[in-house]
């Protein structure tokens, strides 16, 4: 991780995905994702079998991954997407799965 300048364009934030995301491929089709927009962050299972991430990117990349979250790969049933604007002082080199 690297810190942000002060004038960075950046967005950052978080997200809920909730419906049918785990077991169906979602972080993995997500990475893959991640990596054609070029977002950083990471995306990870929680105990209440949905999906969070944390987002950095234009804001232009952003929307488009949320875009694409809203649907996600195949197999999944997506419910609702939930997020947040964060202000954090790190800058991510990759996205990752957790």
């Known amino acids: ?3 942000l300048s002060s004038n960075s364009s ?3 934030i978080t997200v809920q995905i909730t419906g049918r ?4 491929g979602f972080r993995a089709a997500a990475v893959r994702q991640a ?8 995306i990870r ?3 209440d079998k949905s999906v969070e991430a944390l ?3 234009s804001h232009d990349q952003v929307d488009l991954m949320l875009s694409w979250l809203l ?3 195949p197999g999944a049933r997506v419910n609702e997407v939930i997020n947040q604007q964060q202000v954090i002082d790190r800058r991510f080199d ?3 799965q957790l």
Do not use: S
């Open 94 to 96: 990759r996205f990752e």
């Open 21 to 24: 995301v785990q077991g169906v």
């Open 71 to 73: 649907t996600g790969p």
């Open 55 to 57: 987002l950095q990117g």
């Open 1 to 3: 991780m690297k810190n």
């Open 35 to 42: 990596h054609m927009l070029g977002i950083t962050g990471w």
């Open 10 to 12: 950046l967005e950052t």
């Open 45 to 47: 299972n929680a105990a």
